[in-house]
């Protein structure tokens, strides 16, 4: 079968990546999850003391970029890649609502965008690949075959972040969560550089009311549509 680029964008805590693995384990596809890029970098600056609560060190940032390598590794036994920060899986720790209060900022910043946009484009050079982010169908790949931009109401975002939180034993409130998803839509809509907004020939789905195997379902009718005709 032929070897197409799917892109899903949209809004934080929509069930973008829930859906890409989904799909990348159904076609055999490799699938990335571009915030975990952004989140590694947010990570770094964090460590080094070049981003907190009422400070941001961009230049500093931007001199570090260089020294900043990612990379995926599958881990056969989750079924799905990890990410690693200068050879250390970080996996576990860009998950935090730390790293989500700061990694805005930093995907704010041009420089940081065209570093992580050109390593995303390279994986995926051959197709067959599933990529989930804010502008993959509007700047990484504006010529996939296939782009997705997912929608949820803030809330029902919220509650399933909240939800994953508090398994993960991470002790925040949903408050705490749903502030942090609006902060988020405002910034990563409302950037210079490539905001996030719908492609034109995007397909809109609003998930806040329905459940994963419906959702599984529609897109993959979608892609046999797609593939049919590619
Ligand atoms: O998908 P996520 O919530 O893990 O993404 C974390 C942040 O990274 C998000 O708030 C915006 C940013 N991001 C981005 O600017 N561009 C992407 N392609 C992916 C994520």
Redesign the pocket.
């Given at each position: 079968m032929k070897k197409i680029t799917i892109a899903i964008d949209g809004f934080?805590?929509t069930g973008?990546?829930t859906l890409a693995k989904q799909l990348a384990k159904e076609l055999e596809y490799v699938y990335v999850?571009?915030?975990?890029?952004?989140?590694a970098v947010a990570y770094f600056a964090m460590q080094h003391n070049l981003i907190g609560v009422d400070f941001f060190e961009k230049e500093a940032l931007i001199a570090s970029l260089p020294k900043i390598q990612l990379e995926f590794k599958f881990n056969s036994d989750l079924g799905f890649a990890e990410m690693y920060l200068n050879s250390e899986n970080v996996e576990k720790q860009i998950r935090t609502i730390e790293v989500?209060n700061f990694?805005?900022t930093v995907?704010a910043v041009s420089e940081v965008?065209s570093k992580?946009v050109e390593q995303q484009q390279e994986m995926g050079k051959n197709k067959g690949i599933v990529m989930?982010?804010?502008?993959?169908g509007t700047v990484?790949f504006p010529d996939a075959e296939l782009k997705i931009f997912m929608t949820a109401s803030a809330e029902t975002r919220a509650q399933r972040r909240f939800d994953e939180l508090q398994q993960k034993g991470n002790n925040v409130t949903y408050e705490e969560v749903l502030k942090n998803v609006v902060d988020?839509d405002h910034?990563?809509t409302h950037r210079e550089d490539?905001p996030?907004v719908i492609a034109d020939d995007a397909i809109e789905i609003d998930n806040s009311y329905l459940n994963k195997e419906e959702q599984f379902a529609a897109v993959l009718e979608l892609i046999n549509d797609v593939v049919k005709n590619a």
């Amino acid at each position: 079968m032929k070897k197409i680029t799917i892109a899903i964008d949209g809004f934080s805590s929509t069930g973008k990546s829930t859906l890409a693995k989904q799909l990348a384990k159904e076609l055999e596809y490799v699938y990335v999850d571009t915030g975990a890029m952004y989140r590694a970098v947010a990570y770094f600056a964090m460590q080094h003391n070049l981003i907190g609560v009422d400070f941001f060190e961009k230049e500093a940032l931007i001199a570090s970029l260089p020294k900043i390598q990612l990379e995926f590794k599958f881990n056969s036994d989750l079924g799905f890649a990890e990410m690693y920060l200068n050879s250390e899986n970080v996996e576990k720790q860009i998950r935090t609502i730390e790293v989500s209060n700061f990694v805005s900022t930093v995907a704010a910043v041009s420089e940081v965008r065209s570093k992580l946009v050109e390593q995303q484009q390279e994986m995926g050079k051959n197709k067959g690949i599933v990529m989930d982010g804010r502008d993959i169908g509007t700047v990484v790949f504006p010529d996939a075959e296939l782009k997705i931009f997912m929608t949820a109401s803030a809330e029902t975002r919220a509650q399933r972040r909240f939800d994953e939180l508090q398994q993960k034993g991470n002790n925040v409130t949903y408050e705490e969560v749903l502030k942090n998803v609006v902060d988020r839509d405002h910034m990563d809509t409302h950037r210079e550089d490539s905001p996030l907004v719908i492609a034109d020939d995007a397909i809109e789905i609003d998930n806040s009311y329905l459940n994963k195997e419906e959702q599984f379902a529609a897109v993959l009718e979608l892609i046999n549509d797609v593939v049919k005709n590619a």
